[in-house]
């Protein structure tokens, strides 16, 4: 139980939430400001706890006015299946959240424009965080999706591709019904600062992603994928290839024909020990 608790050390709020506490307080509204900081912590703790029970390494968790990003030290190498839990634990909030709610309401505990105020940030913070945009919810969503029939590095460009055609549908929306409201375009910057900001470091990404898989534990993967190359393509190529949430045996090949057989972790030996970063993957092969 200490555990979890620990995990509140690891909260902190984003500036933009600061500026919306800001902006509530300006504005005298204190009930709006509480009900909003309840649901977010709430959404984001249904992250935390999750993946704190499936032992991952949970480095710190920011609360955003829409939710949170909790930065782990997993980098995409857990199972797909205890990825889409963790991703899915935020949004169920939301729907217990919702049933107190009304229980109160029926119970005339809570006034009807309380529960209508409450309602509406809830479902709105609810909907709007399975938008699919990177890095929502949503967004992680659709990567996992991806993850199941491409490589992390195609996978990761099809949903970085889906995010900005989702936020400029998104964007166009603000523009045609509330282009006034500060709040959503202030929400909007930060998406856009986002998307860039993942685009621009999406090779450290996949860099991340390797190396995790060569130095860190792959108890959870149990999964096993082939990937047939031929020897005379590079090392790097092949380690385009390695897909998320299974592992990897490498089927090499000369002119259609099986040469050997090597395990991922062969690969990534000889990438990130014996540094042969631009040598052919028949140069590891020794033929039976």
């Known amino acids: 139980m200490s555990n979890y608790v620990n995990l509140l050390a690891k909260i902190h709020i984003h500036p933009l939430l600061w500026a919306m506490i800001g902006i509530s307080v300006i504005t005298a509204s204190f009930k709006l400001l509480m009900m909003l900081m309840v649901i977010v912590f709430i959404h984001e703790m249904g992250h935390a706890f999750s993946a704190h029970f499936f032992s991952w390494r949970i480095k710190s968790i920011m609360l955003l006015p829409f939710g949170g990003v909790a930065e782990v030290e997993e980098h995409g190498n857990r199972s797909l299946k205890e990825e889409l839990i963790v991703v899915l634990a935020g949004p169920l909030q939301h729907l217990w959240l919702q049933g107190v709610a009304f229980l109160l ?5 809570i006034q009807s424009a309380d529960y209508e105020m409450f309602t509406f940030y809830n479902l709105s913070i609810f909907f709007f965080n399975l938008l ?147 040598s052919r993957v028949g140069d590891l092969v020794y033929p039976y």
């Not at 309401?105 to 505990?109: E, V």
């Not at 995010?163 to 166009?172: D, Q």
Request: glycine share 6%; with cysteine.
């Open 105 to 109: 309401y029926s119970g005339m505990i």
């Open 132 to 278: 699919p945009v990177w890095p929502l919810d949503g967004g992680k969503l659709l990567f996992i999706f991806f993850s199941q029939f491409f490589s992390y590095r195609k996978a990761h460009a099809y949903m970085m591709v889906t995010s900005v055609i989702s936020l400029m549908i998104y964007i166009i929306g603000i523009l045609l019904t509330s282009p006034h409201y500060l709040n959503m375009w202030m929400i909007t910057i930060f998406l856009l600062y986002s998307l860039y900001h993942e685009h621009k470091n999406r090779m450290y990404g996949h860099l991340r992603f390797l190396m995790e898989r060569y130095y860190g534990k792959q108890q959870s993967i149990k999964k096993l994928k082939p990937i047939v190359v031929e020897e005379s393509e590079s090392i790097h190529e092949v380690l385009l290839q390695f897909h998320r949430g299974c592992k990897h045996s490498i089927v090499v090949e000369r002119e259609g024909l099986k040469l050997s057989e090597l395990d991922e972790n062969e690969l990534l030996h000889a990438y990130f020990s014996t540094k042969l970063v631009d």
